[in-house]
């Protein structure tokens, strides 16, 4: 309230100052004041209409105060002038939830989110799908493998899928996973390693179990920069034929205390009613960071967070892998490389001759060329990422392009325009692995980056 | 804001930065928001200079913070703008005399100045009032040390190692004390207990790599001198050196006077005085590099420093020792270019100034190319009949060099 009153003084002081405004509006909003809240936004829309924010605001503030149908009119009028803003559906699908049509509401929830995926609201999602709103097909759980059975054995998911199954926080995550490791050029070795630190143990629970082992469970994949770590891990996901999740940083941080607690322990949840299923976390190391790096106990209550999650304590991970990748694994907390946590790491170095030849005649394709020798190309890009061969087939494309304004006519990219433009492109994996070098060489208890060392030949 | 600062604590600066960035945008005065956004800035390589735009913005709206004139101070001490660091520093310590950064900014510019008996004066106020301050601690010990204070300055370290046994800059300081007092297993242990910590704290990787260069009794010499020197600010530094030319001018027009072989045989002496504090570090990696152990923790360029300075050093030495032998003059001449040669080289492939390096580089090339246009002319496959003369105007070129060598543009990495 102290706050309330600060804002209201400087609001008289500076009655024409926008974004003071439409933060003391917000916070009358906060505060249940729903008609102070309405009158600011009404001045802030005065003072400049442009302001989506207290458009929004102010239909928020009509439904508080209860005047439910006004806000429906309201937000219907806010969609029709601006359909391509997320908030005014996502307004919609919490206006026509609370008047019972979880159906309607879930059809501009996911309007909402196909506009802006930052708007995802799980208790919103949650609501809707307890509101019974109709499954659509593209939500049904993974197909199962040949057999009845899928990879890990389990039972059809159909059977025990609890209704949230669909929720759409989840689909906001879910990927459609239509590549396996066939789609994935070279990087045999990696493949290898998966096979058998991963595809292998669920293949063979049974024989695993008998050794006192468990399938699933987390794996760590590091590398430098852009050289396939996603790629390899929707692959994976493809060949035990399982849900794929992606989480980013961004879809678990939030600033208010104990929402990125809620909203990891919502994904683990999500991906526990969809197994199997493979969580995908990418940059892991900013979510598990170390934790003498964070100043803050809020940063610390997510890590324990992820660690309860990780160890099962608060629901059984069985048929869940949890697949973390990372360009930085030294700064992970050493507790998530613990047994049972991510106690499986896979190096996965810049790709090989092969795997580059590969990217090259990906990359080729629908581009006007001529006699691509995308081995020779791959010959001279020792050490480049597929971000690196990316920027090489730019910097090709757009010297041909220019010729062609020139001439006026296609002028196709060759396999010497691409070897020529590879000069202008440096290796970005270089410098990974000159900071990977010193934690290979002066950090390597329990030898964790031995194969960094193996990489660049490092006999110590 | 709070997402910013959960990104900047999770080493993420560029998207901490977006975040204030963002902030700013809704919130254009916000103070807090630019100083945040100075702090992040500061943590991105090459962003020095927008860090500084961020906190000025910050100090416009509030100029009674003393924390951001401290802060603007630091980072115009990490610009090389010492005089307006001062000036900033100065302000902090005006509006809050009782607080400590204020004091500990202070000290760095006085650090970046090398008037170290300043910096302690400040850090001694700092530390007085923050007892445990880690910073102020590890600059007090680095000013100590630098000082030739040792006894002092392992109070220090002893004490800072005390209350933390982990700090990877505790360790570290440690291991230049060992070194400076010729406890090189020590130093040893000490920064690979640092770069355990730490493995990118590249003053522990130099520390560590000074070590091992210490395997050899001749370069400790060197590093002794090096720590007798460091005590100096540059001006005194650079007195001394002139003061040790004239010094050896008229000590060999007096020796001369008795005896010419005298005379000869200091200024041999001096020039190989010049000589070996030139390609001290190239031959000193060239031992690190003969370990096999030890030789993982040089890098590419510290590798070619080896070979290209102190391998040419050697080899130069040898072909000129071998046509004193067998009185073939190209040999002498070949042996001679590659050993005058290392001086340029010794700036060249280390060199963190791309200026720098790009300049001295090419007069290590043209050394090189001279030698072997001496091998090809004494084979007969190539006519060059002013060799003799383009050996002369590359020796000078070579003392020039040396000259060159303390142009500080020409030595360090540019910043912002």
Not at chain 2, 106 to 132: G, H, M, S, T
Not at chain 2, 233 to 249: D, W
Request: net charge negative; aromatic share 8%; with cysteine.
């Amino acid at each position: 309230m102290e706050n309330l009153d600060a804002l209201r003084q400087a609001v008289a002081v500076s009655p024409e100052n926008v974004p003071l405004l439409n933060l003391l509006a917000a916070a009358c909003l906060k505060a249940g004041l729903g008609e102070e809240a309405q009158t600011h936004f009404a001045r802030v829309l005065e003072l400049d209409p442009s302001q989506i924010e207290a458009e929004v605001g102010t239909i928020e503030a009509v439904r508080r105060q209860g005047k439910g149908s006004e806000a429906v009119v309201r937000a219907e009028s806010l969609c029709e002038r601006l359909p391509g803003e997320g908030r005014g559906w996502l307004l919609r699908a919490k206006l026509d939830l609370a008047e019972g049509a979880a159906g309607a509401a879930r059809r501009w929830y996911s309007k909402a989110l196909e506009l802006d995926r930052g708007l995802a609201d799980i208790a919103l999602s949650n609501e809707i799908a307890d509101a019974g709103a109709p499954v659509s097909e593209d939500a049904k759980p993974a197909p199962i493998a040949s057999g009845g059975a899928n990879a890990f054995g389990m039972l059809p998911p159909g059977e025990s899928m609890p209704p949230t199954t669909t929720s759409d926080f989840g689909e906001s995550y879910r990927e459609n996973v239509d590549v396996d490791f066939k789609d994935v050029g070279g990087m045999e070795s990696v493949k290898e390693e998966i096979r058998m630190k991963i595809l292998f143990p669920l293949q063979n629970r049974e024989l695993f179990e008998a050794y006192g082992k468990k399938a699933g469970g987390g794996v760590l994949l590091y590398g430098p920069p852009g050289c396939g770590k996603t790629l390899i891990s929707r692959a994976t996901a493809g060949e035990i034929d399982a849900s794929f999740f992606s989480i980013g940083l961004h879809q678990v941080m939030d600033m208010w205390m104990g929402q990125s607690e809620q909203k990891l322990h919502e994904i683990f949840e999500m991906a526990r009613r969809q197994r199997p299923a493979v969580l995908f976390f990418d940059e892991i190391d900013a979510l598990a960071a170390d934790r003498r790096d964070l100043r803050t106990s809020a940063g610390r209550t997510l890590i324990n967070q992820f660690l309860a999650e990780l160890d099962g304590d608060i629901a059984k991970n069985d048929d869940v892998l949890i697949l973390g990748a990372t360009n930085a694994p030294w700064h992970l907390d050493a507790a998530f490389l613990r047994p049972g946590r991510f106690d499986r790491i896979v190096f996965v170095p810049p790709p090989d001759c092969e795997a580059r030849a590969a990217i090259v005649e990906v990359m080729a394709r629908e581009k006007p060329m001529t006699d691509l020798d995308p081995l020779a190309v791959a010959k001279k890009t020792e050490g480049f990422s597929g971000a690196d061969l990316m920027a090489v087939f730019d910097q090709a494309v757009d010297a041909a392009l220019e010729q062609a304004m020139k001439k006026g006519k296609i002028v196709p990219v060759t396999t010497k325009d691409l070897i020529r433009a590879r000069k202008s492109v440096k290796p970005s994996t270089k410098k990974w692995f000159e900071s990977a070098k010193n934690y290979a060489l002066y950090a390597n208890q329990g030898g964790l980056y031995d194969e960094i060392l193996e990489y660049l030949d490092i006999r110590q | 804001m709070t997402r910013g600062q959960l990104l900047l604590e999770r080493r993420r600066p560029e998207d901490a930065a977006a975040a204030f960035m963002q902030v700013l945008a809704q919130q254009p005065d916000y103070t807090e928001a630019h100083f945040w956004l100075a702090l992040a800035l500061m943590q991105i390589p090459d962003r020095m200079k927008d860090a500084l735009v961020a906190i000025e913005a910050a100090i416009a709206l509030d100029p009674e913070a003393p924390l951001l004139h401290a802060y603007r101070s630091r980072i115009l001490t990490i610009l090389r703008r010492t005089r307006e660091a001062h000036q900033a520093a100065d302000s902090a310590m005006h509006l809050d005399p009782d607080g400590n950064l204020a004091y500990i900014a202070k000290a760095e510019v006085c650090c970046e100045e090398k008037q170290w008996a300043e910096a302690e004066r400040y850090l001694l106020i700092a530390l007085n009032r923050e007892p445990d301050d880690e910073l102020a601690g590890n600059l007090m010990a680095h000013t100590l040390r630098m000082q030739g204070k040792l006894e002092q300055n392992q109070a220090t370290i002893e004490k800072l190692l005390a209350e933390d046994p982990n700090s990877c800059m505790g360790h570290c300081n440690a291991g230049w004390s060992c070194l400076q007092q010729s406890r090189y297993e020590d130093a040893e242990t000490h920064f690979a207990e640092a770069l355990r910590l730490d493995p990118e704290f590249e003053a522990a990787r130099a520390g560590l790599l000074e070590s091992f260069r210490a395997r050899s009794p001749i370069y400790r010499s060197y590093l002794k001198y090096c720590f007798w020197m460091q005590r100096f600010t540059a001006g005194r530094q650079f007195i001394i050196i002139i003061g040790l030319i004239i010094a050896v001018r008229v000590l060999r027009e007096v020796l001369g006077r008795i005896s010419p072989l005298a005379g000869g045989l200091l200024v041999f002496a001096y020039i190989m005085l010049v000589l070996w504090v030139w390609v001290a570090s190239g031959i000193g990696n060239l031992v690190v590099l003969c370990d096999r152990k030890a030789r993982v923790a040089l890098n590419s360029g510290e590798r070619m420093e080896a070979i290209c300075v102190g391998g040419g050093l050697i080899a130069g030495l040898c072909l000129l020792g071998a046509g004193v032998l067998f009185g073939k003059t190209p040999l002498q001449m070949i042996g001679i270019t590659m050993m005058v040669a290392s001086v340029p080289g010794a700036l060249a492939f280390t060199n963190p100034s791309p200026l720098g390096r790009r300049l001295f580089t090419g007069m290590f090339a043209a050394g090189w190319a001279l030698g072997v246009m001496i091998a090809l002319s004494a084979m007969g496959l190539f006519e060059a009949p002013v060799l003799d003369t383009l050996l002369g105007g590359y020796i000078l070129l070579c003392v020039v060099c040396t000259w060159l060598g303390n142009i500080p543009s020409l030595r360090r990495a540019p910043v912002g």
